[in-house]
T-cell receptor, first 114, second 113 residues
C-alpha cells in the first residue's frame, strides 16, 4: 500500500523568506515522488519529481525538493518565496513496479505575505 | 496542445438523476485517471485506464459509479443515481508514455441537491 502524509494544513511565510512544505511517504519498494500545485478553481500542475539519482531535485518556478530515504521524506523548498507562490501544494507517491497508481497527500495551503 | 479537456465544468443536479462527466485526454497519452476532490477526503483516485483498458477500479466508491474509455480520445464517468454525498470536483488526468507526470484537466464541479 502507498500513503502520503502532509503534516501541515497551512504554511505561512513572508515574501523573500525561504519556505518548506513537508511530506512523508510510505510505499513498498522504491518510490516515485511528486509535487503538484493547485491554484483556485484549477487543475493540479506538475512541479517536480524524484525517480532516481540525486536526492535534490529541481523543478518549476524555482522550487526544489530533497529526497531523504532514511526519513522517508520529500520536503518541498524554495529559497525566496513570492506572493504568487500562494496556492495549495500536493505531495504524491507512486511505486516503480506494479502499476501506475499515484496517491496524493491531503495538501498544504501555502500563504505568502507581502 | 489543448491539454486535458473536461466537460461540463459545472453541473447541478437533483438527487436520483444520472450524471455523466466527460474527458478528452491529451493526444498520445496512454494512461487516463479519474480523481475526486472533496474537502473532507482530499484527492481520491477512482479508476485508471491504460490504452483504454481499466487497470484498477478499486477506488470507485460504489456500484452507482461506472467509467468507460471507448477509445483513446474519450472517457466518461457516470453516476447513476446521484446522491448529495457525490458532490465534489472530479478531475481527469492523463500521462504520456514513459513518464509518470500527470496532466490534469480543469475539473468538473458536481453539486447534487
Amino acid at each position: 500500500a502507498q500513503s502520503v502524509a502532509q503534516p501541515e494544513d497551512q504554511v505561512n511565510v513572508a515574501e523573500g523568506n525561504p519556505l518548506t512544505v513537508k511530506c512523508t511517504y510510505s510505499v513498498s519498494g522504491n518510490p516515485y515522488l511528486f509535487w503538484y500545485v493547485q491554484y483556485p478553481n484549477r487543475g493540479l500542475q506538475f512541479l517536480l519529481k524524484y525517480i532516481t539519482g540525486d536526492n535534490l531535485v529541481k523543478g518549476s518556478y524555482g522550487f526544489e525538493a530533497e529526497f531523504n530515504k532514511s526519513q522517508t521524506s520529500f520536503h518541498l523548498k524554495k529559497p525566496s518565496a513570492l506572493v504568487s507562490d500562494s496556492a495549495l501544494y500536493f505531495c504524491a507517491v507512486g511505486r516503480n513496479t506494479g502499476g501506475f497508481k499515484t496517491i496524493f497527500g491531503a495538501g498544504t495551503r501555502l500563504f505568502v505575505k507581502a | 496542445d489543448a491539454g486535458v479537456i473536461q466537460s461540463p465544468r459545472h453541473e447541478v443536479t437533483e438527487m436520483g438523476q444520472e450524471v455523466t462527466l466527460r474527458c478528452k485526454p491529451i493526444s498520445g497519452h496512454d494512461y487516463l485517471f479519474w480523481y475526486r476532490q472533496t474537502m473532507m477526503r482530499g484527492l481520491e483516485l477512482l479508476i485508471y485506464f491504460n490504452n483504454n483498458v481499466p487497470i484498477d477500479d478499486s477506488g470507485m466508491p460504489e456500484d452507482r459509479f461506472s467509467a468507460k474509455m471507448p477509445n483513446a480520445s474519450f472517457s466518461t464517468l457516470k453516476i447513476q443515481p446521484s446522491e448529495p454525498r457525490d458532490s465534489a470536483v472530479y478531475f481527469c488526468a492523463s500521462n504520456p508514455p514513459g513518464t509518470r507526470e500527470l496532466f490534469f484537466g480543469e475539473g468538473s464541479r458536481l453539486t447534487v441537491l
